[in-house]
């Protein structure tokens, strides 16, 4: 039962490190972020001109991965205006505390998946049918729970995205 636990609890740390891999990825990606704010925030809903959301998105990237300068400016008709104001700045700056943490997070999960798995002498759950038998349906289940938040998302985004700044 022990080893099946931690097959069970290995299998859980690889695919959740796997999905925060990926999240840190898309997030660090310029293009996809262009392409989520003009899909979900388009110019005539933020005020911001169509323009500037190519190096808006850019220095958001930037600003994940480095924590530093989160402000945009730019000039309409002589005038300067600045992109986001002290409640979004905040915000980012808890986002930008969420990615830092989630790296170490990340790692650990990754390390304990790696440590369960070699509290298992020559390999053997992995030579075992029930023990491959659980880390399929462990796999399984994990990945049906993503496909399901997925397929949520594809319907609903927005209630979703509410939710998840809820939580």
Known sequence: MRSRALVIFSTICLCVFLLAAITHLCAKSPYLMYQLMTHYAPPETTGLPAAEYAPVAKMITRYLQTGR???????????????????????????????????????????????????????????????????????????????????????????????????
């Not at 402000?71 to 300067?80: A, D, F, K, R, S």
């Not at 990615?99 to 020559?122: A, R």
């Not at 030579?127 to 997925?150: E, G, N, Q, W």
Request: proline share 2%; with cysteine.
């Open 69 to 167: 300068n989160f402000q945009h400016t730019y000039v309409v008709n002589g005038m300067e205006y600045v992109a986001f104001n002290a409640k979004e700045q905040t915000h980012m700056a808890d986002v930008h505390s969420l990615f830092f943490h989630s790296t170490w997070v990340c790692w650990m999960l990754l390390i304990l998946s790696f440590g369960c798995l070699l509290q298992f002498d020559n390999n053997a759950p992995w030579k075992s049918l029930p023990h491959m038998l659980t880390f399929r349906h462990t796999l399984i289940a994990v990945l049906a729970v993503v496909t399901a938040v997925i397929i949520l998302a594809c319907i609903d985004f927005d209630s979703l995205f509410v939710l998840f700044h809820k939580v």
